[in-house]
């Protein structure tokens, strides 16, 4: 199966026809998934002791299986946070796999680390960070949260009155769902502080000042978020800085949604006090236009990252030999084995330089501005709060959260749109409302009023 034959030479000619088509595509069809059980009468058995042949597996991907699923860049692709890779780190991550370069060491990985470092370089000059602030790609925002969680743990047990105590974790109630997982996994307790929007300076200290004494010597950071994911909501960054500063906690700043917003002028402000942050999350897959998988963590102190990180094995003692000298994104993050998965956006953004970036992004936020005037101006819907960065909330005035259900499932069958609803706290309850993200710049107002009006 590691030979090359013609019928090898047919598949890839094949695979790449299909890549093409799908790269140059200017109009999606909008995927449904099927049940298993379904899937399973389409296709029948796959993976068998003789194998199926490619042709005839490329044809049952091509044909049922890919039509199964959702694009993420589909321009009514509105749910959750949805992605819109550019068309040359979508072909890069063709070459970045055809090409097998293995990204944990410098040894193996140069050129293409090299490559997702230059890329690097530009995230961290966005959240202007001091000199010597540095990081590395991950799988997402999740792993990136969890690295920085375990830096933050490592660091804070170099007291030794702290090694073997299990740390506490400070956050908001809009944090992202991995934080509070990624507590766990670090076996760590965490508190979530009540806010119905951001997470202030004086929520913060109100927070600490009601711990026991035994909590308060467990604390050892606290976890701002840029940019809420149901909501597009952005933490008090600078006051959380100053009481972290005063009470010398780990400041982590979870922007894996909300980090591509520090590219735009219009909203930079709003982030104010990033820059003081000992770690931040930020996903390029989300809101910079790389594809899956690329999230990014980056640090106040590398040096930090590479003592809880940075494995040893008599193996792999020759990464540390002089004679292999380089940047080891391994040391820096939970992975050891890792695909250069920067060099996609890297490509892209040698390709179509940072402007151009800042431009898609301001899109975004322009949409979320657009569909908020658009919903104002409708007599069935209303707006839930303001737009924040790309997000909008809104209801439809006297459904029910049934309805809300229906709608979503009528649009997604119909192959129309993908909108979902979510939950929003209205004083001591939660209403179901609707919910805008936009990220694809292809998202247009037509596309925006026609969705509302489904809702007729």
């Known amino acids: 199966m590691h030979n090359i034959d013609i019928d090898l030479v047919e598949m890839t000619l094949d695979v790449m026809k299909y890549a093409i088509h799908r790269i140059t595509a200017t109009s999606l069809e909008l995927g449904q998934p099927k049940k298993e059980e379904e899937l399973k009468r389409l296709v029948g058995e796959t993976v068998t002791s003789e194998g199926i042949g490619g042709e005839k597996a490329f044809q049952l991907f091509r044909d049922v299986l890919v039509k199964a699923t959702v694009p993420i860049d589909h321009p009514r692709h509105l749910a959750f946070v949805p992605a819109a890779p550019t068309r040359a780190s979508i072909m890069f991550d063709l070459v970045t796999s055809?090409?097998?370069?293995h990204g944990a060491y410098w040894m193996e990985g140069a050129g293409g680390i090299f490559c997702e470092n230059e890329a690097m370089k530009w995230l961290v000059s966005l959240t202007g960070l001091p000199k010597g602030a540095f990081g590395v790609f991950t799988s997402g925002g999740t792993a990136a949260n969890l690295s920085a969680m375990v830096t933050a743990r490592e660091n804070w047990r170099k007291d030794s009155k702290n090694i073997g105590v299990r740390g506490l974790v400070i956050?908001?109630?809009?944090?992202?769902?991995?934080?509070?997982?990624?507590?766990k996994v670090i076996d760590a307790d965490?508190?979530?502080?009540d806010s119905e929007n951001e997470m202030t300076h004086d929520h913060l200290v109100k927070a600490m000042d009601a711990l026991s004494d035994e909590k308060r010597k467990r604390l050892f950071a606290v976890v701002a978020t840029g940019g809420t994911t149901n909501a597009g909501i952005i933490d008090d960054l600078d006051g959380i800085a100053t009481v972290c500063e005063n009470e010398n906690l780990w400041f982590h700043v979870d922007a894996a949604y909300g980090g591509g917003a520090l590219a735009a002028d219009s909203v930079r402000h709003l982030f104010n006090g990033i820059e003081k942050a000992d770690s931040i999350t930020i996903d390029p897959h989300k809101w910079l236009f790389s594809p899956y998988d690329c999230g990014a963590i980056i640090y106040k102190n590398p040096e930090l990252a590479k003592e809880a990180h940075s494995q040893?094995?008599?193996y792999l003692d020759i990464f540390k030999d002089e004679g292999a000298i380089g940047f080891n994104p391994s040391d820096y993050q939970i992975q050891l084995t890792r695909r250069v998965r920067g060099l996609p956006l890297w490509f892209s953004l040698a390709m179509h330089g940072t402007d151009k970036y800042k431009w898609a992004v301001e899109e975004g936020i322009k949409l979320a501005q657009l569909a908020g005037e658009i919903i104002t101006q409708s007599p069935n819907v209303e707006l839930v709060r303001a737009p924040s960065l790309s997000c909008v909330l809104f209801r439809r005035k006297n459904w029910e959260p049934q309805d809300y259900t229906d709608w979503t499932y009528k649009n997604h069958k119909a192959g129309f749109?993908?909108?979902?609803?979510?939950?929003w706290r209205n004083g001591k309850t939660y209403e179901t409302v609707a919910r805008f993200c936009f990220i694809?710049?292809?998202?247009?107002?037509?596309?925006i009023i026609a969705i509302i009006n489904s809702m007729n």
Do not use: C, F, Q, R
């Open 171 to 183: 956050t908001s109630v809009g944090a992202h769902s991995s934080i509070k997982a990624m507590a």
């Open 312 to 314: 040893e094995g008599s």
């Open 440 to 447: 694809n710049p292809d998202t247009k107002k037509n596309d």
């Open 190 to 193: 965490i508190i979530l502080v």
């Open 98 to 101: 055809a090409s097998s370069i």
């Open 417 to 423: 749109a993908l909108v979902t609803p979510t939950k």
